[in-house]
C-alpha cells in the first residue's frame, strides 16, 4: 500500500448473510475492535440490514454500503433499489459488478457502467468488482479482460468522479473456494488496473485511486497481500463475518 497518494481500504461484503438482530450483534462486535483503525472500514450489509446498519455505526469509524443498485431511479423494477433510494438513507458506498451479480443475474459491463454513473449521480461512492474467471486465466487473457471489465465500467467517468470510485479486484476462481492469488499474482493485476486508469485519465488520477483485493483475504494471509505496493486494501467475504478475523484484517491494512 502507498497511504501517502491513496486511501487504504477494508470493506466486509457480507452477501446473503445475517438478520437484523444477528448485523447488529456483529456490528457492536466490530466497532471497538477497529476503533483505532487506520484505514477506512466499511460494511456492505444486506438491503434488510440497512437500517440496522446505520444505526448501530452512528458515532462510530465504521461506514455503511449496500451490495447492489439500479441504474433507474424508480419505475417498474421489481425487487430492485435505487441509488437514491440508498443515499435517503444514508448510505455512503455500494458494491457494483460483484463476479456473483455478473454469474447469477446476467449483469454485464455496460449495466455495470450504468448502474456505476447512477450512483455516483445520487453521491454514493462505487466499489467496482472486476475481475477473470479460472478459465480466463488459464488461457492468458486476465489482462485483456481485466482491463475491458474496467475500461466499459468507467465509459463516461470524468477525472473528477474518480475520486469517489473504488476499484476491486476479485479472481473469480478465488470467490469462495478457498483458492487465493498469490501476493505477486493480486499485485500483479492490481498494477495493471492503476495502467489503464493512468491510460484513461493520467498518472495522478491513477495513482491516488484505492485498489482493493478481493479474493478469499483472510486474517491468515491479508498482512502479505496488503503488504504489496499496489494492493490498497480488500474486499473481504467469509472473514467479514467474523469480527475477531475482521479486525486482524483491519489491523494489517492500519500497519501496512
Known amino acids: 500500500m502507498n497511504k501517502a497518494v491513496r486511501k487504504a481500504v477494508i470493506a466486509g461484503n457480507w452477501k446473503m448473510n445475517k438478520t437484523r438482530p444477528e448485523a447488529k450483534e456483529l456490528i457492536e462486535a466490530i466497532k471497538p475492535l477497529v476503533a483505532d483503525a487506520g484505514c477506512e472500514v466499511i460494511c ?16 462510530s469509524n465504521v461506514k455503511v454500503g449496500a451490495e447492489n ?11 430492485e433499489i435505487s441509488a437514491d433510494m440508498l443515499a435517503e438513507m444514508g448510505v455512503e458506498y455500494v458494491v457494483l459488478g460483484h463476479s456473483e451479480r455478473r454469474q447469477y443475474f446476467g449483469e454485464t459491463d ?8 447512477a450512483a455516483l449521480g445520487a453521491g454514493l461512492k462505487p466499489i467496482l468488482c472486476v475481475g477473470e474467471m479460472l478459465a480466463d486465466r488459464e488461457n492468458g487473457i486476465t489482462a ?23 476499484i ?3 479472481p473469480v476462481w478465488a470467490i469462495g473456494t478457498g483458492k487465493t492469488a498469490t501476493a505477486e499474482q493480486a499485485n500483479e493485476v492490481c498494477a495493471l488496473i492503476r495502467a489503464t486508469l493512468a491510460s ?6 491513477a495513482e ?3 485498489i482493493q483485493y478481493g479474493g478469499s483475504m483472510n486474517a491468515k494471509n491479508a498482512e502479505e497481500l496488503l503488504a504489496q505496493p499496489d494492493v490498497d486494501g480488500g474486499l473481504i467475504g467469509g472473514a467479514s ?9 483491519v489491523k494489517a491494512a492500519t500497519n501496512g
Not at 455496460?110 to 454513473?117: A, W
Open 168 to 170: 476491486a479486484y476479485e
Open 110 to 117: 455496460e449495466t455495470v457502467n450504468k448502474r456505476l454513473k
Open 44 to 59: 456492505c450489509v444486506p438491503f434488510t440490514n440497512l437500517e440496522t446498519a446505520l444505526e448501530a455505526t452512528k458515532g
Open 69 to 79: 443498485c439500479h441504474f433507474e431511479k424508480s419505475g417498474a423494477f421489481t425487487g
Open 200 to 205: 484513461l485519465y493520467g498518472e495522478a488520477v
Open 208 to 210: 491516488a485511486t484505492t
Open 241 to 249: 463475518l467474523k469480527a475477531p478475523d475482521f479486525a486482524t484484517i
Open 144 to 166: 485483456e479482460l481485466v482491463a475491458m471489465q474496467t475500461k466499459i465500467a468507467l465509459k463516461g467517468v470524468s477525472a473528477d468522479e474518480m475520486k469517489n470510485i473504488i
